[in-house]
């Protein structure tokens, strides 16, 4: 049995060599992505791990098909930039990291949160310049707001109670309630509920094609004025123009970003010698009630092992047994 994983950090090796070690399996590392001239360099292996948020290459699965691969592993949670239908069509099996570290992205986004709150973007920027001055940006207090929370798996029951934590009202909307929250009383009957209700608006879930533009002009429109906006999540669920208007028209207060819905060109590459050529991003970049950060929410030590682990033991699981506890069914 051999693998080959894609994408591979230097912060990722360690625990790939470890794995290797303990399970005498090869495992062949590769910094590169994942796109049509690697597929080549899959011949003769039986699982592939990859992690990468950009388009994976047309024809992907036929070829893994006609060389013998019986499993993709991705090591993270999202899905939507692989084409499951032609996955099962070619009988490869998909798995997934569904959670690797809930509490990295809850921390996170609350932490990135109370930034916007206490407005230390503009005291960075004055403290460098040696002005010390307070007023006239006076904070606000996490305990005096209501949360509203959209999508309550792992991350956001994680998120919920952080911010129950902090004293905060919680309120939340998922179309798959948890019994467990339920019984809690903090669920609204409708996204318009939240949008109405809520001082901040955190969001939890996956992008699919229903949540695409989640937030978007009429959702801003029906939010209170001064609501703060965090996604953790995905770019996908922001209409960023929508969300720019609303930051201009004062309807949003701030919005605390890790993901961007054009992010894949841009987030994790080092850009500083070339033109920036997307104007949106620019714009948001200068904004000092806007954070912006590179789909880092789950970076942290524990996270990186468990996703690595976790993709690896999949994908043995796959290639002996045939199934895996975190296989991707749709």
Known sequence: MKFIAFDVRDDEKTYFLAWERENNIKVTLDSGVLDDQALEKVKGYDGVLALQTRAYPAGMFEFFKKHGIKVLSVRNVGVDNLDLKAAQANQILVTNVPAYSPNAIAEFSVTQLLQ?????????????????????YIGEELCSKTVGVIGTGRIGKAAIKIYQGFNAQVIAYDLYPDPKLKSQGIYVPTLADLFQQADVITLHLPATAQDHYLLGEKAFAQMKQGVYIVNTARGALIDTKALLAALKNHRVAGAALDTYENENSIFNHD?????????????????????????????????????????LNSAKAVCQQGKSDNLVTK
Do not use: C, G
Request: net charge positive; hydrophobic share 50%; proline share 10%.
């Open 271 to 311: 850009l500083r010698s070339q033109p920036f050529d997307d104007p949106i991003l620019a714009e948001l970049l200068v904004q000092p009630n806007v954070l912006i950060t590179p789909h880092i929410a789950f970076y942290t030590k524990p996270a990186v092992e468990n996703m690595v682990l976790i993709a």
């Open 116 to 136: 916007l709150l206490r407005q230390t973007t503009i005291f960075r920027q004055k403290v460098a310049a040696h002005d010390f001055r307070w007023a006239p």
